[in-house]
Every structure is written in structure tokens, then in C-alpha cells.
């Protein structure tokens, strides 16, 4: 069936992205905002836009009835929900489904059972497909000990319905292991609506190396190979590459074939990443699916050529994948930066404000997935990113090049703090730069914020003449920050990123 009208049910870049694959196909939109999200660009840029209910999150993005109401009310035929929200959310698909719909992504029963980590697991080993040693479905409270004891400490404890860094603790001895399984369970339940867990063998210096898949409604499935996303604070990535600098060429042709194996085992549909972690000896072990685009999507389409979201959309429509195993390959090398509206040097706490100066990198081989603009202000009540960064090489050391580069040219002022500086010490680390790191590589290496005060006297500096405007504008809440191409600069000369890598 063809599409002639798509609702959007996202917003930030994710929404923009969507709207001009659309808008490349032929599709009206439709974006549907919350009261605050009136002025984003993708607002801007839609066809239509609707409200849908106030700026909380529950009340508006994750209202399905409100969201499908609109679709009625404008004659959308199709929703597409992008990442997060309600993205993974199998009664939703299945309302889209029952409204007479199209849901761009995979059918609702797909979502439910590898939204289910512990069922997602079974479903993984049954299909022949390697998983964590861990216990074999969900865990009683009363059972956690026993379970964590036959598998050996350290362990995992994992929410059943996790994601996002949520519901995970680390437990290293078995004093620690009550403490920590109610904590899991109060914030899954506070988080997901489910309390339910399982335990995991804890695999020490893991890498998290994903493959994305794709798949049709005649079931025509393949894989679109590796991203490299060991760059992770509190198990939430930050900078995603593709290929892997850890995968051989051998590695990469198993990973792909059990990641097909696996999305063919749950009868999937198309775009889905099939999570991976790998030890230091390139043993790889299922970690769990990604039912709908993600974040990191970028990188892939950088280096295969595949519109990754078009072909989403067109999939969906009931079209079969333009293109077969033997038509896909890599060319090049990508890296993803994500930019966000958050202070590094405060536990990477939100740090969302009006941007009253932008200009975004430009040349051979940079893109910037972006959703704000000059005069835009960051709200406080979502996800704060401002873009998705991404560059491409013929190798990986010029796409490294040129993201240093693009990240000196990235200029942002006004009233929010960002990541920006975070990245650029990432990039110039010279264990980054020669690939080698795991998921700790952030934990172990970036120095806590006292410590970068005393060593950085223009971050010191700036840090007091940002108060003084502050105090001089009477706004105590307030925070500046000014970042350009010449300040990195400067912050390089004076020794930052060598201070920083001790």
C-alpha cells in the first residue's frame, strides 16, 4: 500500500530526519508537538502540526491516544515513532495496527517479546544465537543468590524491560548483590512499569559492538553490518563508529550471519539492531534487540550509501528491500559524535537554555543531524541533544581528522552548557585515537571536575567570568557558556587534552 500522509511521533532531529526522508518520497507530514515544542524546526518544517497535550513527556509524546486522535483528525495513514517515546511500546504498535495504520517498524508481537530482555534472551539461544551465561529467564528476589552464585560473582542485574542505562547495577560481591536487586527492581518499576529481572556473568572489559539488520514483509532479511559503541557514559553511548576498529573481517561475516539469524528467529520487520557484547578474545555474546531505528544510524548510512530511514518507510509500505546480502558493503569510515545540552563537568547533568549563537560544521565528508537552530531554546523537560555530529574518511584516520575538525568549527553560545569539549578530548585521547578502549574507557580515563579545574586555568577562568555575568545580570540560575573553533584552540595550546589524558 503506498503512504500518502505520515505522522511523525517524535521530536528534536529525529523528527526532522524522518520528515525529509518523507518529504524525498513523496509523503505529506504530519508532527505532532506537546505545548513546548511549538517552535522546533521540525514544527517549522511539517506540513501539518498538531498538539497533542502540555510539555511533560507522559502527558503528550507518550499519550497514544492523543497521537492517534491526530492521525484520525488528519487523515494520516501511517506513524512513525522514530526512537524512544513510544517507539518500543508493543500496545501502542498494536493500537496503530487495530486503527487500520501503518506502523513504521516491526509488528507489535515482535516488540513485546524482544522488548522483554529475559525473553529476549531465550528466544536468542534458542535460535543458536551465543548469550551472557546467566540465569534462564526472570528471577525471583528470593532466587537472585542462588542464581548469582551458580553463574559466579561478578554479576549483572538487569531489568527485564530495561533500556537507556536503566535498571543495571554492577555487583561485585555477594554482600552487595540484596541491596542492589531491590534498587533494580524499584527503578524498573518506577521507569518501565516492571519490577522483573534477570542476572547476567558480569564480562570483563566488554566492548559493545551492534549490527544493524533489516528486513521485509516476505521475509527477506540481511544485515548492514557493525557500529562500535564501547564510548559510553553510564552505559549510555556517545561516540558510535562504523566499522569496528576491534572486528576482523572474519568476526564481522559471523556477527552479521547470527544477527540475521536472529531478527529471522522472531519473524522481524524492518529496521532492528542486534546488540552485542564482546570480550577481549572477540567472543561475542547476544545482549539484546533494538526494535526501530537508533540513534547511531548515521554512521551506517555513511559508509554503506543505504538510506536507512527511507527505506524504513518504504518497507513498511509493503515494498521489499531494494537490495540483497551480496549488493551491501562498506566504503570508508565513519564516527558519530552526540552533541548535547550537558555540563561533562557536572555529572553530565542536563544543562538545557536558549541558544543565541549557532554555527554548525560544514565540508567534504561532515553531516549534522540537527533539530535546533539560531534563537531556539533546549527545554528542560527532554532529551537535550542539539545534534547528531558525524563525519566520513577513506580511513579511520581521516574521518578522525576531520571530526576534530568539525568539532573546532561547531560554535554554540547562549544559555547552555554543552558536550562540545567532552568530544574534543575524546577525539585527541590517544587511546581512542588508537582503538583501544571498552565500555569503562570514560570512567576510567576522563578526571573528575575538581581535579579539571585545577589543571585547566582558562576553564577556571571561564568558569568565574561566567559567574560574574551571571551575578551582573541578577539571574543566579542562569549559566553561559562561549565555544568556538578559536577557544578549543586555545584550550588545546594551554595543555587541556594533555592534562586530561593523565
Known sequence: MAIR??????????????????RELGIATVQVVSKADHDMLAARLADEVVEIGPPPAA????????????????????????????SENADFAAAVEQAGLVFVGPRSQTIRLMGDKAAAREAAAKAGVPTVPGSAGRVEEGEALDQAGAIGFPVMIKAAAGGGGKGLR???????????????????????????????????????????????HKGNTVHVFERECSIQRRHQKVVEESPSPFVTPEMRQKMGEVAVRAAKAVNYLGAGTIEFLVDADRNFYFLEMNTRIQVEHPVTELVTGIDLVKTQIEVAAGAPLPFKQSDLSQKGWAIECRVYAEDPD????????????????????VRSDCGVYEGYEVPVYYDPMISKLATWGRDRTEAIDRMRRALGEFAIAGALVTNLDFHRWI?????????DFDTSFIAQEFPPAAEK???????????????????????????????????????????????LRR
Open 5 to 22: 500522509k505520515l505522522l511523525i511521533a517524535n521530536r528534536g532531529e529525529i523528527a526532522v530526519r524522518i520528515l525529509r526522508a518523507a
Open 59 to 86: 502527558k503528550s509524546y507518550l499519550n497514544r491516544d492523543a497521537i492517534l486522535d491526530a492521525a484520525r483528525r488528519t487523515g494520516a495513514d501511517a506513524i512513525h515513532p522514530g526512537y524512544g517515546f513510544l
Open 170 to 216: 554492577f555487583v561485585e560481591h555477594e554482600k552487595d548483590l540484596a541491596s542492589s536487586v531491590r534498587t533494580v527492581a524499584s527503578e524498573a518499576k518506577a521507569s518501565f512499569g516492571d519490577g522483573r529481572f534477570y542476572v547476567e556473568k558480569f564480562v570483563n572489559k566488554p566492548r559493545h559492538i551492534e549490527v544493524q539488520v533489516f528486513a521485509d
Open 346 to 365: 557536572q555529572g553530565f547533568a542536563p544543562a538545557p537554555g536558549k541558544i543565541e549563537t549557532l554555527r554548525l560544521p560544514e565540508g567534504p565528508g
Open 427 to 435: 577525539v585527541n585521547h590517544p587511546r581512542f585515537q588508537k582503538g
Open 453 to 499: 579545574a585545577t589543571q585547566d586555568p582558562i576553564r577556571a577562568a571561564a568558569i568565574l567570568l561566567a559567574a560574574a555575568a551571571t551575578h551582573a545580570e541578577g539571574n543566579s540560575s542562569s549559566r553561559r557558556t562561549i565555544e568556538t573553533g578559536r577557544a578549543a584552540a586555545q584550550w588545546k595550546t594551554a595543555g587541556r587534552y594533555d592534562s
